[in-house]
C-alpha cells in the first residue's frame, strides 16, 4: 500500500481551532493586543516624529541654501555659463542675476536681495508668483507677501513700490509696479525681489567676459554677476559630480561652486541615527520582550493541549501555524489600534519636540511611508516574538505533553544543604525556578528606571545660568536689526543712537543701563606680536586663514585685523577675565586696556598676543594711535559682542568715554543693555517690544525671559519624551511582572494547594509570593546600581554629553523614587491576586480581581 | 480512647437543577492508634470525605471533632494551624515542594510552625523510612516510592493526632506499592499513629485493621 502526501485543504479547520483557542483564553489574548498595540504606538511615534524631522530639516536645508536644485555656479560670467549650457550631463538648468539689495530702512530687519531671474530658477529657489506674473517691463517688480508687508504695500497687482537698491558701486531708487507675488515659506532666510531682464541688464549689466569679473570682484562687487543652478542626473556623490563638471568646462579653482546639502545625506548627522537606531531597538526590545513572555507563558501554560492536538495527528508544522495565525489575528485588530492612536500622539507631542530642534515647525507629515514603516516593524516584532514559542511547541513530544509532569522545565540542583525554611526562604527558592522569565522581569524594570534617571540626570544638568549666559547676560539687549539676523551680511554695529538710550532709560522699572561700541581697523604689528601669531598660526594650521591671504596681510605686511571695544560699566563686570586683575576705576582712567584671546586658546598654553602690564599700541579707524597698558586678558561674553568671531584676530576693551575720544565720529553703539525691576519686566517688554517694531524698525531686541521660557521649554520637552518612555518600559516590566505571578501561580496549583493542606496559611502563603515578588525588585536594584549605573552613564553622555549648557550631576533620586514605587507594586501584586488558588483542593485559578 | 468522630457528615454539591449528594450523613468514629481503610468505586465520595476530615473542604452539614475539637468551628486561618499540628497528609501524587530538599520537605509543617525541630525523633522517621542517604537530595531526584516515603515522613514529623493518606500507592508499581504500605504500617504501628487510608486497591484494604466501604456518599462498614 502507499500513502501519498497529499496537499489537503486545513485552513478552514486550523483557522477554527484557532478562534477557538483563543476564545477560551481572552485575558491573555487581550493583554496581547494590548502590548502590540503599545508596540505600535511608540513605532508610529517615532517614525512620524522621526520622519518629519528629516523631512523638514531637508526641506529647511533647502530653504538656506535657498534652492531646491542639486547644484550652482556662483559670480559667473556669460561666456562661463554659455560653456556649462553646452554640457549635455546636466539638466534643469536655469539662473539668476545679482542686481543689488533692498536698502530701504524697513528691510533693515529683512535682508532682500534684487535679481532678475529666470522663471525656472524662481520656481526652484521657492519664489514663484503665485498671483500675478514675473516682471517683463522695466518698471515692473515682483516679491514676497514678507517684503510688501514690511513696505506697507497692499497685496494688490498694480499698487506702487518705492524702493532703493544697493548695487555696491551706486544707490538706485525707483517706484516700480507690482506684477507679481507670493508667500515666501516662513524658513527661507533671505527675501527675494525680482526685476525685469530690462532694468537689469540697465542698471547691472551682466558680466561678459573674464576682465568683467575680475575688475568687479577686485572692487568687491557683484552687481551684475550671473548664478546658474542646475540638477545632475542622480543625487549621489555631487561633490565627483561637480569636479567632473569643472574638469569637463575647464574651470578653475577660482570658479565658485556649491553643491546643495540637502542631497549630501548629511543633513542626518550620525548621533541623529544612532539615537533613532537607539531607540528604535529599545521600542522593538522592549515590544518583543512582553509580547513574547505572554505568548511563551501561554504555550507552556497549554504543553497538553497542543501535545494533545499532536497525539490526534497535527504536525509541526500547522501547530506552528497556528501560533503564527494567531499572532497575525491579534495583529490585525492591535497594528491598525496602534497606528492610528501613535499618529494622534505624536501629533500632540511633536510640537514640543520641535521647538527644541532649531527650524522645525512641528508638523508631522501623514506621510504613508510613516505608516507603512510602523506597521512593518511592529508586525516583525509580533512574529519575532513567537518564533521561540512556536519552537517549542514543535519539540513537545505527544506522550511527554499528556504527562507533562510539574518538575519539567525547572532546572534545580540534585542536592541543597539544608537551611532553615520560612516563606521567605521558600521564596528565594522559588525565584530559581523561572529565573529566565524573572530576569525579562528585571531587565525591563531596570531600563525603565535608568532612562527616567538618565533623563532626570540631563534635564537637571542643563544649567539655566549656563544656558543665560550664553544666550544673554542682562534683562534686555537692543541692537540693530541686522546683527541678530544670521542671513543678513550687512552687519550694522553702529544702531544703538542716543536718542534710544534716553528713551529707554527713562522707561520706569530700569535698573541699570550699559553700552557696548565697536569698530573694526587693522593694526601694524611689532616685531613681538608678530613673533606670537606667527607661533600660533603654525601651531594651529592653516585653516585659520587661507596661506596666501596669510601671507600676503601678516608676513608681508605685519598687518592683523581687530575688533576694539568701548564699553560701560554693565558689560564690564561680565567680562570673562583669564589673566589679570580688572578694576573699573583704574580701568576708566583711560590708560589701560583689556585685550581679548584668540578662539583656540583653550588647551593650547597660549592665551592671548599680549601679556598683562605690556604695551600696546591701539590704531583706530580715523587714524588715532595711543598706547595703553595692558590690564588684563579677557573677553566679552559672547551674546554682548558682535555675535561673530575672526579666526585669527586682535581685540581691544577700552572704556566707553575713552573710546568716544578716539573715535569720536562714532555713529552709535553696537548694543544697549538693560537691566529692570523684576517686578516691571513684563511692562517694560511690551514696551521695548513696541519701540522696536513701530518707532525704530531697524532695532531688535532679546530678553532674558525669553530665553529663560526657551530654556523651560527644552527642559519640558525632555521630561515629556524621556518620561513617556520610561513609563512605556516600566509599564511594560509590570505587566510582566503580573503575567509572571499570576502564570506561575496557575503552574503550580498543586503545589500551593498541598503547602495549605500541610499546615501553610494564607498569610505563609501570601508571604512567599510577596517574598518572590520584592526579590525581583531586589535583583532589579542590584542590576540598577551597578550595570544600570555605567548605563545611566552612558545614557547622559549620548544624549547631553556634548551640549555647551551642560554640567555633569549625580542625580540618584529618581533612581531611588522609582525602586520604592516598584516596592509597593511588588507588594500589590500578590495581594491583588485572588486567594481562590487555595481554597477547594480540586478546582480554581488564579485570577486577577 | 476516640481521635475522630463525625456526626450526620453531608457534603451537597449544587448543580444547575439536580443537587449531587457526595457525601450523605456519615458518622464514623475512630481511635487512637487505630488504620482504617475507606475503599469504595471512583467517584463514591472516598475523596471528599477525606478533605472534609482533614478540614481541606468545608461539609454542607454536620461536624468532625479531632481530638475532641470541633474543627469547622475553627476560623479558616486557625484550622490551616490545627491542620499543621494535628493532622497529617499523604496524597496520591506525593505533592512534595521541588524547591526543598528531602529533609526541609520533611520539616516544612514544624518550621511553619515555627517550632523548633525535634532531631532525635525526625532522624528515627528518616531512618525507618530509608531515607537517611537521600536527606539533602531535591525531589526530582528521587523515584515515585522515595518520594512518597518522603511524604510519609512528612506527614509523621509533627506527631499528629491523625493520618490521612489519600491513595498513597495509587502512582506506584505493585511491588513498591507493598513496601511502601509495609513502611507506613510499622512506623504508624511504631509510633503508635492513627491512620485512615483511602484505596480501591483490596489487597492494600486488607492490611487495615478496619475497612470502611462507601458508595453514592453512603457508608458500608465492614470488619
Request: net charge negative; aromatic share 10%; hydrophobic share 40%.
Amino acid at each position: 500500500m502507499v500513502f501519498y502526501m497529499r496537499n489537503v485543504s486545513n485552513k478552514r479547520c486550523l483557522y477554527n481551532l484557532c478562534i477557538k483557542n483563543m476564545k477560551a483564553n481572552l485575558r491573555r489574548n487581550i493583554m496581547i493586543i494590548f502590548a502590540i498595540i503599545l508596540t505600535t504606538i511608540m513605532m508610529t511615534t517615532l517614525f512620524s516624529i522621526g520622519g518629519s524631522v528629516v523631512i523638514e530639516y531637508q526641506k529647511n536645508t533647502m530653504y538656506q541654501v535657498g534652492t531646491s536644485s542639486m547644484a550652482g555656479f556662483k559670480f559667473m560670467t556669460e561666456e562661463e555659463y554659455q560653456k556649462l549650457e553646452s554640457d549635455s550631463k546636466i539638466s534643469n538648468l536655469s539662473y539668476s542675476i545679482y542686481v543689488g539689495t533692498a536698502s530701504n530702512a524697513e528691510l533693515y530687519e529683512d535682508y532682500s536681495e534684487v535679481r532678475y531671474v529666470l522663471p525656472l530658477e524662481a520656481q526652484t529657489s521657492f519664489c514663484k508668483p503665485t498671483t500675478g506674473h514675473l516682471p517683463e517691463k522695466e518698471n515692473e517688480i515682483a516679491t514676497c507677501t514678507k517684503v510688501l508687508d514690511d513696505l506697507g504695500v497692499k497685496h494688490e497687482l498694480g499698487s506702487t513700490v518705492h524702493l532703493t537698491i544697493d548695487t555696491g558701486e551706486e544707490e538706485l531708487e525707483g517706484d516700480f509696479i507690482l506684477s507679481g507675488y507670493w508667500d515666501k515659506p516662513a524658513d527661507i532666510l533671505v527675501n527675494q525681489i525680482y526685476l525685469s531682464k530690462e532694468y537689469q541688464e540697465k542698471y547691472a549689466p551682466v558680466w561678459k567676459t573674464e576682465a568683467d569679473k575680475k575688475t568687479n570682484l577686485d572692487k568687491g562687487i557683484y552687481s551684475g554677476c550671473l548664478n546658474p543652478n542646475f540638477d545632475f542626473a542622480t543625487s549621489i556623490n555631487l561633490e565627483k559630480q561637480m569636479a567632473d563638471l569643472k574638469s569637463r568646462l575647464g574651470f578653475g579653482d577660482d570658479v565658485n561652486d556649491g553643491i546643495n546639502w540637502a542631497f549630501a545625506g548629511s543633513t542626518i548627522d550620525f548621533n541623529t541615527v544612532a539615537m533613532i537606531v537607539l531607540i528604535l531597538a529599545l521600542i522593538i526590545g522592549s515590544g518583543y520582550l512582553i509580547i513574547f513572555n505572554i505568548f511563551y507563558i501561554a504555550v507552556s501554560s497549554e504543553v497538553q493541549y497542543y501535545g494533545l492536538l499532536k497525539t490526534i495527528g497535527l504536525t509541526n508544522k500547522q501547530l506552528k501555524k497556528m501560533v503564527v495565525l494567531q499572532a497575525d489575528i491579534l495583529s490585525i485588530v492591535g497594528i491598525p489600534l496602534g497606528l492610528l492612536m501613535g499618529y494622534i500622539i505624536s501629533i500632540e507631542l511633536f510640537p514640543m519636540v520641535a521647538e527644541t530642534l532649531q527650524g522645525i515647525s512641528g508638523v508631522v507629515y501623514p506621510d504613508a511611508r510613516i505608516f507603512l514603516f510602523s506597521a512593518i516593524f511592529s508586525w516583525i516584532t509580533v512574529r519575532m516574538s513567537c518564533r521561540k514559542p512556536g519552537k517549542v511547541i514543535s519539540q513537545i513530544s505527544p506522550v511527554e505533553a499528556v504527562r507533562y509532569s510539574e518538575y519539567k522545565g525547572e532546572k534545580l540542583a540534585a542536592k541543597r544543604k539544608t537551611r532553615k525554611v520560612t516563606p521567605w526562604t521558600m521564596a528565594q527558592e522559588n525565584l530559581k525556578r523561572n529565573f529566565k522569565k524573572t530576569a525579562v522581569v528585571v531587565l525591563s524594570l531596570a531600563l525603565s528606571i535608568i532612562l527616567i534617571n538618565a533623563t532626570v540626570s540631563v534635564t537637571e544638568g542643563f544649567d539655566a545660568k549656563k544656558y543665560l549666559a550664553g544666550s544673554i547676560n542682562s534683562d534686555f539687549m537692543i541692537t540693530n536689526a541686522s546683527i541678530l539676523n544670521p542671513s543678513d551680511l550687512n552687519d550694522d554695529y553702529e544702531g544703538v543712537n542716543q536718542d534710544t538710550v534716553d528713551y529707554i532709560s527713562s522707561l520706569d522699572g530700569v535698573t541699570e543701563t550699559g553700552l557696548a561700541y565697536m569698530s573694526t581697523c587693522v593694526q601694524h604689528m611689532n616685531d613681538v606680536t608678530l613673533g606670537r601669531v606667527e607661533k600660533f598660526y603654525d601651531e594651529n594650521g592653516t585653516y585659520m586663514m587661507p596661506q596666501e591671504k596669510y601671507d600676503a596681510m601678516v608676513t608681508k605686511g605685519k598687518m592683523i585685523s581687530a575688533k576694539i571695544f568701548g564699553i560701560d560699566e554693565l558689560p564690564f563686570n561680565e567680562l570673562e577675565i583669564c589673566h589679570g586683575q580688572v578694576d573699573w576705576e583704574k580701568f576708566q582712567s583711560g590708560d589701560y586696556v583689556i585685550v581679548t584671546h584668540p578662539d583656540m586658546y583653550e588647551g593650547k598654553g597660549i592665551c592671548s598676543f599680549y601679556n598683562v602690564g605690556e604695551k600696546a599700541l591701539v590704531e583706530f579707524p580715523n587714524g588715532n594711535k595711543k598706547e595703553y597698558e595692558v590690564l588684563a586678558i579677557g573677553e566679552l561674553p559672547i551674546p554682548m559682542g558682535p555675535e561673530y568671531s575672526d579666526s585669527i584676530g586682535f581685540g581691544y576693551i577700552l572704556p566707553r568715554d575713552e573710546y568716544l575720544i578716539q573715535v569720536p565720529d562714532a555713529a552709535g553703539a553696537m548694543k544697549l543693555f538693560v537691566n529692570v525691576d523684576e517686578a516691571k519686566t513684563e511692562t517694560i517688554e511690551n514696551e521695548i517690544s513696541k519701540y522696536c517694531e513701530t518707532d525704530v524698525p531697524e532695532l531688535a531686541y532679546t530678553s532674558r525671559a525669553y530665553y529663560m521660557r526657551d530654556f523651560e521649554n527644552m527642559i519640558k520637552t525632555y521630561l515629556l519624551v524621556g518620561g513617556v518612555l520610561s513609563f512605556i518600559l516600566g509599564l511594560i516590566g509590570v505587566l510582566n511582572w503580573i503575567n509572571l505571578t499570576v502564570t506561575s501561580i496557575n503552574e503550580r496549583k498543586m503545589e500551593l494547594k498541598t503547602l495549605h493542606a500541610i499546615g501553610m496559611t494564607r498569610k505563609q502563603i501570601k508571604a512567599m509570593l510577596m517574598g518572590e515578588s520584592l526579590y525581583r525588585v531586589g535583583i532589579t536594584c542590584i542590576f540598577v546600581l551597578t550595570v544600570g549605573w555605567l548605563l545611566n552613564y552612558l545614557f547622559i553622555q549620548v544624549i547631553a554629553g556634548g551640549m555647551w549648557m551642560f554640567t555633569f550631576k549625580l542625580v540618584i533620586w529618581p533612581m531611588l523614587l522609582c525602586i520604592l514605587a516598584y516596592i509597593v507594586i511588588g507588594v500589590l501584586i500578590p495581594l491583588m491576586i485572588k486567594e481562590s488558588y487555595v481554597d477547594n483542593y480540586t478546582s480554581a485559578d488564579a485570577k486577577l480581581y | 480512647m476516640e481521635i475522630l468522630r463525625t456526626e450526620e457528615l453531608k457534603k451537597y454539591y449544587n448543580q444547575t437543577s439536580v443537587t449531587v449528594k457526595a457525601i450523605d450523613g456519615v458518622d464514623i468514629s475512630v481511635s487512637r492508634g487505630e488504620f482504617v481503610a475507606v475503599v469504595g468505586t471512583s467517584g463514591s465520595g472516598k475523596s471528599t470525605l477525606l478533605h472534609m476530615l482533614g478540614g481541606l473542604d468545608r461539609p454542607t452539614e454536620g461536624k468532625v471533632y479531632i481530638d475532641g475539637k470541633d474543627i469547622f468551628s475553627l476560623k479558616d486561618e486557625e484550622l490551616t494551624i490545627f491542620r499543621r499540628r494535628k493532622i497529617g497528609f499523604v496524597f496520591q501524587a506525593y505533592n512534595l515542594v521541588p524547591v526543598l530538599n528531602v529533609y526541609e520537605n520533611i520539616v516544612l509543617p514544624i518550621q511553619l510552625d515555627g517550632n523548633e525541630i525535634e532531631e532525635d525523633y525526625v532522624n528515627e522517621i528518616i531512618d525507618i523510612l530509608g531515607l537517611t542517604e537521600k536527606k539533602n537530595s531535591m525531589p526530582n531526584q528521587l523515584s515515585g516510592g522515595q518520594q512518597q516515603r518522603v511524604a510519609i515522613a512528612r506527614a509523621l514529623a509533627t506527631k499528629p493526632a491523625i493520618i490521612l493518606a489519600d491513595e498513597p500507592t495509587g502512582n506506584l508499581d505493585s511491588k513498591t506499592s507493598l513496601d511502601v504500605m509495609g513502611l507506613l504500617k510499622t512506623t504508624s504501628n511504631k509510633l503508635n499513629q492513627t491512620m485512615i487510608l483511602i484505596t480501591h486497591n483490596e489487597e492494600i484494604a486488607q492490611m487495615a485493621d478496619r475497612i470502611i466501604r462507601i458508595e453514592d456518599g453512603v457508608l458500608y462498614e465492614k470488619c
